[in-house]
């Protein structure tokens, strides 16, 4: 039993640390050269403000007497700029969406292991490819860029780890904090020459990272008042440091401003999934280089209701995926587009020539081909000749037209996608192979064991010879294959480990005789059908979320099992209407978190109760039977109270 169970942990970690090399892997390709839009840039320096956590129906929204809480970016949107909403993706998270505005690239899902915190492969960014980038705001975030920029031209200004608290009455102060610092930085360099003939040349950033916006919604939540007031404060500190900047550099026209935030957030005050008030977030751009705002007299290609929620039908509204935001800053500065950048220029915010429009198409264009062209080489170089299968595209003509440019970034990341994914399905079959075999083999030991079964010894010992023989066979095949493709250590795992189960699963083909001889007239067989539903169940509850869909599967299974049982069938009819409540995590429920409580309490009094008198209890049980009672209601009690409390607070 103990080298049973070995084995079987050994199993199943190995096939749960697979799911990180199939759908974990870093997307990142490195070696690729940069490119730039070899016209002169609109935009000297370019201006990011990231409204950490903030919603786009928190800044868009008017307030009840038709004002705005927010009137400096409201103005931006009516005269000066072009706005929209910017779709993030999951995970909706602070790491993630700072890497897709910055980079261009949705975040390396092999962050996860490390909390999105490190950089787990080095990667460049708009920052990196800057002249210079100065950055004031949060050491969770600012950090990360600063460690992969090359050289140094990346200057972080954050304030103290300890002053991030979410318990905090107030955290509009760390973004009061920053603007600040903005402040003390431009009228120190009055005074700096050598500063001052820094922030003159071109190609510079200035990053603004407002994190009080995300920590008043996780403590007070997005309704409450200390958020809503501290989006008035951050509209109020963007007013003023547009103002100081461009005093400092004179009114040259020559500063663009790009305003958004990485995520949303729900009403319950939480983000990281990927809700509607967590992945749309605002985008209002303006300055130079920018297109300003633009009036419509047709319907726009929006059906969401938001245009007339916000009173801004009247404008042209241009969303954009995240990514789209780095090439876009790109674009305004003239330096080059972050090489693993998968973002495609949103022309409909630039104001410019329609040469500079499909040059800056074009170098985006060659940037994501670049990337599609490594990645297959890579893949082609780890593949069999006669195995291998290139993505399949047509037209991907490179001409300076704006149209083939979009056409020939569509495909490529489509491409980069093919060949990202290009081993799931064979790692994928191996894996499965390996828990069928498993599966298997744990079933033919168990009905071995209770059922008697395995009553040819001598066939037996001839099938292992066979088994031995064939598995061998197969193990040298597949390592031989793996070699010659140069595949990591972990392809062997997860390729070999299906082998040396299937062999005992060939070993027990005695016990799988018996039982097909025998079937009919075991009582397992009732209870195999049992377990045929169930798994089907599973499945289902796995694969479909529709509330109707799994309404009806708790029915079918309360009145097909075992309809003699009344207790069963009460639980699965109680179980059917789960599907149909509201989904936890959006909005408190107090009422509800307390009834399921006290039906969970007086639901195991019940059950502990009726089993102590079909079956009563031994004098040396009574200890047993007290601390399974105690530990039963104490935990239902407490998880109770903390959920109460949690929905008051």
């Avoid at 993706?89 to 490390?114: C, M, N, Q, W």
């Avoid at 990667?123 to 705001?137: I, K, Y």
């Avoid at 170098?363 to 490594?374: D, P, R």
């Avoid at 037209?395 to 799931?424: A, K, P, W």
Wanted: with cysteine.
């Amino acid at each position: 039993m103990i080298t049973f169970f070995v084995i079987g942990l050994t199993v199943h970690v190995v096939f749960f640390i697979s799911i990180f090399d199939i759908y974990f892997t870093s997307p990142l390709v490195h070696g690729m050269t940069p490119h730039s839009t070899p016209l002169e840039p609109p935009a000297s320096r370019l201006v990011l403000v990231v409204a950490d956590g903030l919603r786009a129906d928190s800044l868009f929204t008017l307030l009840p007497n038709g004002s705005s809480r927010t009137p400096y970016l409201r103005s931006i949107i009516e005269d000066k700029g072009t706005w929209g909403v910017s779709h993030t993706r999951v995970p909706t998270e602070s790491r993630p969406g700072h890497v897709a505005l910055i980079a261009g690239f949705y975040e390396d899902v092999s962050a996860v292991a490390k909390g999105w915190k490190e950089n787990p492969v080095e990667f460049d960014s708009v920052f990196n490819e800057s002249r210079h980038t100065w950055c004031w705001g949060s050491p969770d975030i600012l950090p990360m860029f600063a460690k992969g920029a090359s050289g140094d031209h990346v200057y972080t200004h954050t304030y103290p780890a300890v002053e991030e608290d979410f318990a905090s009455t107030d955290a509009s102060k760390l973004d009061s904090w920053v603007f600040t610092q903005v402040k003390s930085f431009f009228k120190s360099a009055q005074s700096n020459s050598t500063l001052k003939a820094s922030l003159w040349e071109d190609k510079n950033v200035f990053f603004l990272h407002l994190l009080g916006i995300d920590t008043n919604g996780h403590a007070h939540r997005p309704m409450s008042q200390e958020y809503l007031d501290n989006i008035g404060l951050v509209d109020a500190g963007v007013a003023e440091v547009v103002s100081i900047i461009e005093d400092f550099f004179d009114n040259d026209g020559r500063t663009a401003y790009v305003f958004t935030s990485d995520h949303g957030m729900t009403n319950w005050g939480s983000h990281g999934a990927g809700h509607p008030s967590e992945t749309l977030t605002p985008l209002v751009a303006w300055g130079a280089g920018i297109q300003k705002a633009k009036g419509v007299t047709e319907p726009q290609p929006y059906n969401d209701g938001f245009l007339q929620d916000w009173k801004l039908e009247h404008l042209r509204r241009v969303d954009v995926s995240q990514a789209d935001i780095a090439p876009l800053m790109a674009s305004l500065i003239g330096v080059p587009i972050p090489v693993n950048s998968v973002g495609v220029l949103p022309l409909l915010y630039l104001n410019n020539s329609e040469r500079f429009k499909a040059e800056s198409m074009y170098t985006n264009a060659i940037q994501v081909l670049e990337q599609f062209k490594m990645k297959m080489m890579q893949k082609k170089e780890t593949t069999l000749s006669f195995l291998f299968t290139p993505y399949q595209y047509k037209n991907m003509n490179l001409l300076f037209t704006i149209s083939l440019c979009q056409s020939l970034i569509s495909r490529s990341l489509e491409g980069l996608v093919y060949y990202h994914t290009y081993d799931r399905f064979f790692l994928g079959c191996s894996v499965v192979l390996g828990f069928v075999g498993w599966t298997s083999y744990v079933v033919l030991v168990i009905l071995k064991t209770h059922a008697s079964l395995n009553r040819h010894p001598n066939l037996t010992k001839q099938v292992r010879i066979y088994s031995r023989l064939l598995c061998t066979c197969v193990a040298v095949v597949i390592t031989v294959f793996l070699l010659i493709q140069r595949s990591p250590i972990t392809y062997y795992i997860y390729c070999l480990l299906p082998v040396p189960v299937w062999y005992s699963v060939l070993n027990e083909s005695g016990t799988l005789r018996d039982l097909i001889q025998t079937a009919p007239s075991l009582p397992l067989w009732k209870c195999l059908g049992y377990f045929v539903l169930v798994a089907f169940g599973i499945e289902l509850l796995v694969g479909v979320f529709k509330s109707a869909v799994l309404k009806t599967a708790f029915l079918f299974v309360s009145v097909s099992v075992q309809s003699r049982s009344l207790s069963w069938l009460v639980g699965c009819l109680c179980l059917a209407a789960f599907p149909l409540m509201p989904v936890v995590g959006r909005e408190p429920n107090i009422h509800l978190v307390t009834c399921a409580g006290l039906l969970a309490l007086f639901t195991s009094a019940c059950y502990l109760w009726s089993s102590r008198r079909r079956t009563p209890l031994h004098l040396g049980d009574r200890p047993q039977f007290v601390v399974q009672v105690t530990t039963v209601h104490v935990t239902v009690g407490i998880y109770m109270c903390v959920c109460v409390c949690h929905c008051i607070c």
